[in-house]
């Protein structure tokens, strides 16, 4: 069954089919050839796996993200944070990380962030001066960002993979790596900055003005305070914050700002309702995938064969980001993050690793290999958008994603970083 599984799966990568899609199709064909298992298993496992209360949660921060994105409020924070930051040498590529920084705690996803502030702040930068290869990676890179700091999608969806770790704990753990990973970038920026001489820099504002550029940020920069205070505070869980944040999005884009116009509403649920069919589209196809994985006993003989290597717990951690590295090069990170899970957790318990700092290091992994080649889905984004050779953003791209590797060597070799908040709050398990 092994060999129809992987075979079928991988023929269908190299003739070019979506990598949902191959799951499905070498999942159908393996249970069908196989015989063990009568053919009904397999749509009863596409729809387990998504018939989960928790993944209700994705649609509902997607819906959010649109919804806060129509009502332009996306304009708002990019104000805000040049007033903050666009003063400082490389001016635009701080403001492009800082944007970015603000918008992961709406969107929670790279590729909503590559798309939309990304895409504008690609434009500015080009029209400053700057590189558009360089333009283009920075923006690819800070876009990583939207699945690090909380709510996150990815987080979401490796909570309900994992029952180890908690969406809550998961959330927490985030904030300080997204932070590192902005300071990082940031860093990266000044020196490539100074080093070919852009010297585009805004306007210092005063303190009156930047108050301004805070308070008409202020809608879109209390919706992550919202979603993580109820949660903490107990008021509700996160799928019941993911559909407050809709509630918010709603009151705010249609009352407050006035942004949002009704007749807007239908196209944002469209939208809406295409990404999250093909978001769970991935969860569903890829339930099946790993369900047989669990029945091959793939992950005990890999935890055995990793067990024969090295009993050595950081080594184990070490092992585990090569090889999430190296999936993420060439499998995009939802459909590597539901195989991978099932896999790699019994190593978890094998090696006694804390399962929230193993959670934290596997997502950071894999959001970096959003910008990794081959594959590097918000490199096509950008590169697509900003009409630059894909090649040329992704040679640009390679400082700023050795930038990323250290905060994640950093992850892994220092837990604290990533469990003190999960641990001050209660949510470690």
Not at 51 to 76: N, R
Not at 78 to 102: C, E, P, Q, T
Not at 222 to 248: N, Q
Request: proline fraction near 6%; hydrophobic fraction near 60%; include cysteine.
């Amino acid at each position: 069954m092994s060999a129809i599984l992987f075979g079928v799966f991988f023929i269908g990568l190299f003739v070019g089919l979506p990598v949902s899609i191959s799951m499905g199709l070498s999942g159908m064909a393996a249970v069908l050839v196989d015989g063990r298992f009568m053919g009904m298993v397999v749509p009863q496992y596409l729809f387990n796996g998504i018939s989960s209360f928790p993944l209700m949660a994705v649609p509902f921060f997607i819906l959010a993200a649109e919804l806060m994105s129509a009502s332009g409020l996306t304009s708002s924070l990019m104000k805000f944070a040049n007033d903050l930051v666009g003063h400082i040498r490389g001016g635009l590529g701080h403001v492009n990380v800082l944007m970015s920084m603000l918008f992961a705690g709406v969107s929670g996803s790279a590729l909503a962030d590559a798309a939309g502030p990304g895409a504008i702040e690609m434009s500015m930068m080009r029209k400053a001066g700057y590189d558009p290869a360089y333009a283009g990676a920075l923006s690819a890179t800070t876009a990583t960002i939207g699945p690090i700091i909380p709510p996150s999608i990815i987080m979401v969806i490796y909570a309900i993979s994992d029952s180890r770790v908690t969406v809550a704990g998961l959330f927490l753990a985030g904030v300080v790596p997204g932070v590192l990973l902005g300071a990082a970038l940031s860093a990266v920026n000044h020196w490539v900055s100074i080093k070919r001489g852009y010297l585009f820099r805004s306007r210092r504002p005063t303190l009156l003005g930047l108050a301004k550029s805070f308070c008409h940020a202020m809608p879109a920069l209390m919706l992550p305070f919202i979603i993580m205070f109820g949660i903490l505070a107990g008021i509700f869980t996160p799928t019941e914050a993911a559909a407050v944040a809709v509630a918010y999005a709603l009151v705010v884009g249609l009352f407050i700002t006035r942004g949002l116009k009704w007749g807007a509403i239908l196209p944002v649920f469209v939208r809406a309702g295409n990404m999250t069919a093909a978001v769970l589209l991935i969860v569903s196809m890829a339930s099946i995938f790993s369900w047989l994985l669990t029945i091959l006993q793939i992950p005990q003989s890999l935890a055995n064969h990793i067990g024969s290597i090295t009993k050595s717990p950081a080594l184990v951690m070490i092992l585990v980001a090569i090889l999430v590295f190296l999936c993420g090069m060439v499998i995009d990170t939802l459909p590597a993050l539901i195989i991978l899970v099932p896999v790699l957790g019994p190593l978890v318990d094998k090696f006694g690793l804390d399962p929230l700092h193993f959670a934290m290091a596997v997502v950071l992994n894999l959001a970096i290999g959003l910008v990794t080649p081959p594959v590097g889905p918000v490199l096509f984004v950008i590169s697509t958008v900003g009409r630059v050779r894909f090649e040329d953003v992704a040679k640009a791209a390679v400082p700023l994603i050795l930038a990323e590797m250290v905060v994640l060597v950093a992850v892994i070799a220092f837990p604290s970083i990533s469990v003190s908040l999960p641990r001050f709050f209660g949510f470690m398990r």
